[in-house]
């Protein structure tokens, strides 16, 4: 039995660490979800055709009488900027530049995050690319059917509505683009702002021969500027699309595009996503519509790959940290955009206690510590009732081999096997020991487990939190691997004081785990290493009190 279980944890922790690196795959998007006859025809999100040969081409849509409020103003006077000018929106948590070439943004600098430059950590974090200034595309520049027409939109002058705004916490504001070539075209992009929130509101509308298009906004190429060291971090390099459509997020990963399964219809928001930042675009309701797109960017050195996320009709934006709180008061379900993994209830519930464990002691690797011990109080009697039944198990070894000595032929004769585990099962009863009770309250601790990994992986709080000495940012892996190895130590010390029922040669291969075990979290974030080792001590000093609870020599004598 014991030999099973150590085979199910091992596997346990195989998927739950391995989960990032091997078997994150992109969910399978709803490309163009069947259709009833009541329902409007799917369309391909204007501005995609033709970005990549695998795209379907753009389908017309019906013509259809354009709503009051989308109508052009009969003036149709030539409308533009005289010259390139920047617009800057500043804020409490953000300074914004805008451009009134295309009325596009062209650089979102977080003011309560810093970047990962260790020679400039002082520098605010950037959420533009700067590979978007080197092909000329930035965030909120127009896709539309007709490439021409945005080519022309998105290099012109718009004319704009001030000079910027300094929006204290609660105040409004907002800037408008307006541009008309005195023909045909007519453009206007409206962006309205509240001081001390991410949040932005959105109006995107584009006229030609009096009749009003479907326009897209773009974000990218990709999000932020990560550096060669973040590159190396899993967690934090994965970056790409999310859209939120039937109640479920679609993800699909920079690394792993899909040509032909990157368009979505029935999208309640698009988003480009980073593991602790967003750019999330709220759509019309079931009606929205989105694709990734992978597309040459145009450089010095050559081509490189520029990818977008295009999201049609926006009405509102957010751009900032993955923070429960903030997209929680955003709404929409925008805090699903937060990969808290299968058992997201218990994560979003660990990161309120260890929140709260911080109030106490504003130190997060602290509150790790803090919520690691309240966890194993918490589990405390099913830990107890595990070590006490695996206990017996190990004293009962002796009368078991006996019985499989008595039925020698047991694995090749089936009456043989038939009487060998009715004894044993009677053994069972007489000694009050059920065979699975050192397995149950194991596995019924692991949805917590996973619960406290996925929350160290995501939750924003602890990137660049420092703990102690040469631990100064808890997101990324130990510098000098000195925590892996104490938790490869107490590992190996908690092994040798639990009982098992393994015979000793398969109890000395088991010691062979902890070794495993560091080597498997020597690169992982130094919070999750923290946790386990805090587990570790713990489990010693609780095996320690249950031994002598249940009369036993510290160290297990089957080893």
């Known amino acids: 039995m014991e030999k099973r279980l150590i085979v199910a944890i091992v596997l346990s922790f195989l998927v739950l660490m391995g989960y990032q690196y091997f078997f994150v795959k992109p969910d399978k998007p709803l490309l163009n979800p069947p259709v009833t006859a009541t329902a409007p025809p799917s369309t391909p999100v204007p501005g995609t055709a033709g970005a990549i040969q695998e795209q379907p081409k753009a389908v017309a849509a019906e013509a259809k009488p354009a709503p009051a409020q989308t109508l052009p103003p009969q003036d149709l006077s030539a409308v533009a900027g005289r010259a390139e000018t920047d617009i800057v929106v500043e804020t409490s948590l953000y300074r914004a530049v805008w451009s009134n070439k295309g009325g596009v943004l062209k650089s979102w600098k977080l003011k309560t995050f810093k970047n990962n430059l260790k020679s400039n950590l002082q520098e605010d974090l950037e959420m533009v690319p700067a590979l978007a200034a080197q092909i000329g595309r930035f965030p909120f520049s127009l896709g539309l059917d007709d490439n021409v027409l945005a080519t022309l939109l998105n290099s012109s002058l718009f004319e704009v509505s001030g000079s910027g705004l300094e929006l204290a916490d609660g105040a409004k504001g907002e800037i408008r683009f307006v541009f008309s070539d005195g023909a045909s075209v007519k453009a206007e992009k409206t962006y309205g702002f509240t001081g001390g929130t991410y949040a932005l509101t959105t109006e995107v509308r584009v006229w030609k021969d009096g009749q009003p298009l479907t326009p897209s906004v773009i974000w990218g190429p990709g999000i932020g500027n990560p550096t060669a060291d973040e590159a190396k971090q899993s967690y934090s390099a994965a970056r790409g699309s999310a859209v939120y459509s039937g109640g479920k997020v679609l993800r699909m990963n920079e690394r792993k595009f899909r040509p032909g399964q990157n368009t979505y219809n029935f999208v309640d928001w698009a988003a480009y996503e980073e593991n602790y930042f967003v750019s999330l675009f709220l759509l019309p309701p079931q009606k929205g519509r989105a694709a990734f797109l992978q597309e040459a960017g145009e450089v010095a050195g050559g ?14 934006a957010f751009i900032g940290p993955k923070d429960t709180e903030a997209l929680k008061a955003f709404g929409h379900d925008a805090k699903k955009v937060i990969n808290f993994g299968m058992f997201g209830v218990i994560a979003e519930i660990l990161l309120v206690v260890v929140k709260f464990c911080h109030k106490l002691i504003p130190n997060w690797g602290v509150a790790i510590i803090l919520l ?13 009732s595990s070590t006490k039944s695996m206990s017996k198990m190990a004293d009962l070894q002796p009368k078991i081999k006996a019985l499989r000595a008595k039925y020698k032929k047991s694995k090749t004769d089936i009456e043989q096997r038939r009487q060998m585990n009715e004894e044993m099962m009677k053994l069972y009863k007489e000694q009050g020991v059920n065979p699975a009770g050192g397995c149950l309250p194991l596995l019924i601790q692991l949805p917590v487990f996973w619960g406290v990994f996925r929350m160290l992986v995501v939750a924003v709080e602890f990137r ?73 001590v713990l489990q010693i000093g609780q095996q320690a009190l249950m031994n002598k609870m249940m009369h036993r020599p510290a160290m297990g004598k089957a080893r």
């Open 464 to 536: 660049h939190a420092p703990f102690m000495l040469w631990i100064t940012d808890l997101s990324v892996r130990d510098p000098y691997y000195v925590t892996p190895v104490l938790m490869g130590i107490t590992q190996y010390i908690s092994q040798k004081m639990t009982p098992t029922s393994a015979d000793p040669s398969q109890a000395k291969m088991m010691l062979i785990m902890p070794f495993v075990m560091t080597i498997f979290f020597i690169n992982f974030q130094s919070g999750l290493v923290l946790y386990w080792l805090t587990t570790n």
């Open 303 to 316: 081509q490189v790959p520029a990818y977008f996320v295009y999201a049609t009709e926006p009405s509102q």
């Open 372 to 384: 690691t011990i309240l966890i194993k109080l918490i589990f405390f009697p099913l830990t107890y």
